[in-house]
């Protein structure tokens, strides 16, 4: 069974950081991309980052060079460490194994077959 558990949300003010983890079991990153994925209110589920099996990161424009994403292949674990954060980053915040292939569109969680997602975590940031 496929599990992935998210840690490390929480409330900020703007420009402070925080770092989410998700960790796997039933699943090995090294073989598979994840996504980052968050649900604000009003808005459409949105990937925030993703991460190759390999280590190749893509971002959002408008997290690039804020938000970066990372994995440890031995604890089965991936990062996203959020700096200079701002109150249009609060969220829901989901890891995803695999990332979703594209179109689609709804509200988090979007579930398919063979994708799994996280229990989410808020992330709440106050100006």
């Known amino acids: 069974e496929v599990q992935l558990v998210e840690s490390g949300g929480g409330s900020v003010q703007a420009g402070g950081s925080l770092r989410l983890s998700c960790a796997a079991s039933?699943?090995?990153?090294?073989?598979?991309?994840m996504g980052w994925y968050r649900q604000a209110p009003g808005n459409e589920c949105d990937l925030v980052a993703s991460?190759?099996?390999?280590?190749?990161?893509w971002y959002k424009a408008s997290v690039k060079g804020r938000f970066t994403i990372s994995q440890d292949k031995r604890e089965n674990t991936v990062y996203l460490q959020m700096n200079s954060l701002k109150p249009e980053d609060t969220a829901v915040y989901y890891c995803?194994?695999?990332?979703?292939?594209?179109?689609?569109?709804?509200?988090?969680?979007?579930?398919?077959?063979?994708?799994?997602w996280g229990q989410g975590t808020q992330v709440t940031v106050s100006s």
């Open positions: 995803v194994a695999p990332s979703l292939d594209p179109p689609y569109s709804g509200r988090c969680p979007i579930l398919r077959t063979n994708n799994y």
């Open positions: 991460i190759s099996g390999d280590g190749i990161a």
């Open positions: 039933g699943l090995s990153f090294a073989d598979s991309d």
